[in-house]
């Protein structure tokens, strides 16, 4: 049930009343004030009590639920709106569920399910809305949820596996600040403590290093938190702008060991969401604009846009993007294939088949990788500690004999 407030008036007093109804949809709200002998004025969806406040989040495996459940309705021979409210009742997502009640309503207005839908832009994509609008005019639709769902279950496995793998070197860095943070403030005050009872004795340089950061740590700790904290959030921020995505997007094509996992990550999304619009229907130029969006690199983006542009010019896309740095090779080579074949969609979807594998391997490199990279880096740091920490000590025994 979702949660509306109201704004009505009496017939008789002629009095507004300002309350609050709950209802499945927009419609079934507005009986239900009809039937209490109001008029309803003005109805809007109460998201603070619906969506779970600002926090709330519709996940990827809550949309591919949500498809699987709407494509087993549909096949089944129940009505679109039927569908819709049978599949809304078992959503356990706030937000999901606010948002398909309004949908509902549309439809139930006369509305499309993807015009319905395009209101939603960040529960569902322009992918998502696109493979709806094929669906429903080819009368597909439970097929192109079904696609859709094997899509978003697919994209959603690869992001988490390549999340999975920045993990580990995260943790490591995370411990050593922690670790580096203690010897700094609890350990090495105690050498400098060790010292002064021995007047005319050297520090070491190193120890000398650490003790200055350890008196910064010590005494301006709050500064470097609100510094970390002031910096994370205008790097986060700048990251979004254009900029700093051009900045970020091209580290992630051109940065190694890591460069070589995103690329082949961009080509099996490219090809596992081109597959699935073109089996959906949807033209070409259509699908290449979609899919430019749905690679979430500006610089692919662009290289997709160039492509676009040849092929309104009479290009084949296969040559159109035979060349582009931002492309790996085996992908236009794929796509010649299936244009020559007139088999766009089987050949786009072993392309995918065939990164998503190659994603997994990347991955397992990569791990290959980092891990004796930052052990040799917590070994570095910790030799460093530990020669600030000794080094004093083995001095002052030899001065003692």
């Not at 949309?63 to 699987?68: A, D, G, N, T």
């Not at 094929?134 to 690869?158: C, F, M, N």
Request: aromatic content about 6%; charged content about 20%; overall charge positive.
């Amino acid at each position: 049930m979702l949660n509306y407030t109201y704004v009505a008036r009496n017939p008789i007093t002629r009095k507004k009343v300002n309350s609050d109804v709950q209802a499945d949809t927009e419609g079934a709200a507005i009986r239900l004030i009809q039937a209490e002998g109001l008029v309803p004025i003005e109805i809007n969806l109460n998201t603070k009590s619906t969506t779970g406040g600002r926090f709330s989040h519709v996940s990827a495996k809550d949309r591919v639920l949500f498809s699987r459940q709407l494509s087993t309705l549909i096949n089944a021979g129940l009505p679109l709106v039927q569908s819709l409210h049978n599949v809304n009742t078992q959503t356990e997502n706030k937000q999901l569920r606010a948002v398909t009640g309004k949908v509902i309503a549309d439809v139930e207005a006369g509305t499309t399910l993807s015009v319905s839908m395009s209101r939603h832009p960040k529960v569902f994509n322009n992918v998502y809305i696109s493979m709806v609008a094929a669906g429903e005019v080819s009368g597909t639709l439970d097929q192109s949820l079904l696609r859709l769902a094997d899509q978003q279950e697919k994209d959603a496995d690869i992001v988490q596996k390549v999340r999975g793998a920045m993990v580990y070197p995260i943790i490591v860095l995370f411990v050593m600040a922690i670790v580096m943070g203690f010897m700094l403030v609890k350990v090495l005050p105690q050498v400098q403590i060790l010292y002064d009872g021995f007047p005319g004795a050297e520090l070491p340089i190193v120890t000398k290093i650490l003790l200055w950061l350890s008196a910064i740590v010590s005494k301006f700790w709050w500064v470097l938190v609100i510094l970390i904290v002031i910096g994370s959030a205008v790097l986060g921020k700048w990251a979004n702008t254009g900029p700093g995505r051009e900045v970020f997007d091209k580290l992630k094509l051109r940065m190694p060991p890591i460069k070589r996992l995103f690329m082949k990550m961009y080509m099996a999304r490219f090809a596992r969401t081109g597959s699935t619009l073109v089996s959906s229907g949807v033209p070409l130029i259509q699908m290449l604009e979609i899919t430019g969006d749905a690679v979430n690199n500006v610089h692919v983006k662009r290289s997709i846009d160039k492509a676009i542009e040849q092929v309104k010019g009479g290009k084949s896309l296969a040559d159109s993007l035979e060349g582009d740095p931002n492309f790996l090779v085996l992908l236009p080579n794929m796509l010649r294939i299936g244009e020559q074949s007139g088999s766009i969609e089987q050949m786009l979807g072993k392309t995918a088949d065939y990164y998503e594998k190659e994603v997994d391997n990347e991955i397992a490199s990569v791990q290959a990788i980092i891990e004796p990279v930052m052990m040799v880096l917590l070994g570095v740091v910790a030799f460093v500690i530990v020669a600030a920490v000794l080094l004093p000590v083995y001095g002052l025994a030899g001065q003692s004999f």
